[in-house]
């Protein structure tokens, strides 16, 4: 069976960075686009970033909110996903969630993706 894990989550201070990683299993994971969505309390599920499966290193792509903050990057051989998050908001408090997309594409529609893992808390204290 597929099966997502995310990790890294925490407690930090605005400002501050944490590194989330997303360990998958059960899928071949290089033909996978990957993405990671985030959802506050009463909010809906929102895209934060994508990687496409055919990386070249500009296969990207971030939610404007994002941008300048977040990297995403894969490393195919350890069937992982990262996200790195630097200069923390408090609006960035959400589960963070990890997404794997069969299509390939990256899309940032939370239905085009086809598994999910189960998320990490992500709190930053202004």
């Known amino acids: 069976q597929v099966h997502l894990e995310e990790s890294g989550g925490g407690l930090v201070q605005a400002g501050g960075s944490l590194r989330l990683s997303c360990a998958a299993s059960?899928?071949?994971?290089?033909?996978?686009?990957m993405g990671w969505f985030r959802q506050a309390p009463g909010r809906a599920r929102d895209f934060v970033a994508s990687?496409?499966?055919?990386?070249?290193?500009?296969?990207?792509y971030y939610a404007d909110s994002v941008k300048g903050r977040f990297t995403i990057s894969r490393d195919n051989a350890e069937n992982t996903v990262y996200l790195q998050m630097n200069s923390l908001k408090a609006e960035d408090t959400a589960v963070y969630y990890c997404?794997?997309?069969?299509?390939?594409?990256?899309?940032?529609?939370?239905?085009?993706?086809?598994?999910w893992g189960q998320g990490t808390q992500v709190t930053v204290s202004s």
């Open positions: 990687i496409d499966w055919n990386w070249s290193g500009s296969s990207t």
């Open positions: 997404a794997a997309d069969r299509v390939g594409t990256g899309t940032s529609s939370p239905g085009a993706y086809d598994y």
């Open positions: 059960g899928l071949t994971f290089s033909t996978y686009a």
